[in-house]
T-cell receptor, first 114, second 105 residues
Framework: DSGVTQTPKHLITATGQRVTLRCSPR?????VYWYQQSLDQGLQFLIQ???????AKGNILERFSAQQFPDLHSELNLSSLELGDSALYFC?????????????FGPGTRLTVL | KNEVEQSPQNLTAQEGEFITINCSYS?????LHWLQQHPGGGIVSLFM???GKKKHGRLIATINIQEKHSSLHITASHPRDSAVYIC???????FGAGTRLTVKP
């Protein structure tokens, strides 16, 4: 158990809908990262937050947004869902937000868009 | 071309065999992670390396910064080691495609 929690574990929804994925980092970790893993693309970095502020942005679509709250939990919002958004979404956390911190992964949320 | 290349893509071994998975990267990175992903989907961070060698139980990871190469070794492999192993320069947002390891009893 990494100490990172994600909810829900599974989510099934329809095209055009909007969903929110939630992540709670390990106690004491200030940085949260979001990743997408689809069958054909492998792992892709989406976005990083550090202590409430956006720190780095990767291949995140405009339909997707995220935020980190004062209690350091983070939410990833996915809107106007398409079939291709079906994937595993992982969050990870680290103590700080710089290059030499190990990241600890949550169990993931499996999103299925029908 | 992926900036982080792993080999082999798939690997089947007999229980007890010594296993090596290789990772090469073409750009400078700050640190390299080795991740393990089990069939259920969960990802576990095995190692983070910026130099030298690290050992945890039967797992050993090495990195050669000059040659831009890292290896993950598993000694005395066991069926429970069956998983996908991913090398990733997480802090540089670069990922290998993964090596699917199957260890047969």
């Amino acid at each position: 158990d990494s100490g990172v929690t994600q909810t829900p574990k599974h989510l099934i929804t329809a095209t055009g809908q909007r969903v929110t994925l939630r992540c709670s980092p390990r106690s004491g970790d200030l940085s949260v990262y979001w990743y997408q893993q689809s069958l054909d693309q492998g792992l892709q970095f989406l976005i990083q937050y550090y202590n409430g502020e956006e720190r780095a942005k990767g291949n995140i679509l405009e339909r997707f947004s995220a935020q980190q709250f004062p209690d350091l939990h983070s939410e990833l919002n996915l809107s106007s869902l398409e079939l291709g958004d079906s994937a595993l979404y992982f969050c990870a956390s680290s103590v700080e937000g710089d290059s030499y911190n190990e990241q600890f992964f949550g169990p993931g949320t499996r999103l299925t868009v029908l | 071309k992926n900036e982080v290349e792993q080999s082999p893509q798939n690997l089947t071994a007999q229980e007890g065999e010594f296993i090596t998975i290789n990772c090469s990267y073409s750009v400078g990175i700050s640190a390299l992670h080795w991740l393990q992903q089990h069939p259920g989907g969960g990802i576990v961070s095995l190692f983070m390396l910026s130099s030298g060698k690290k050992k945890h139980g039967r797992l050993i990871a090495t990195i050669n910064i000059q040659e831009k190469h890292s290896s993950l070794h598993i000694t005395a492999s066991h069926p429970r080691d069956s998983a996908v192993y991913i090398c990733a320069a997480l802090n540089d947002m670069r990922f290998g495609a993964g090596t699917r390891l199957t260890v047969k009893p």
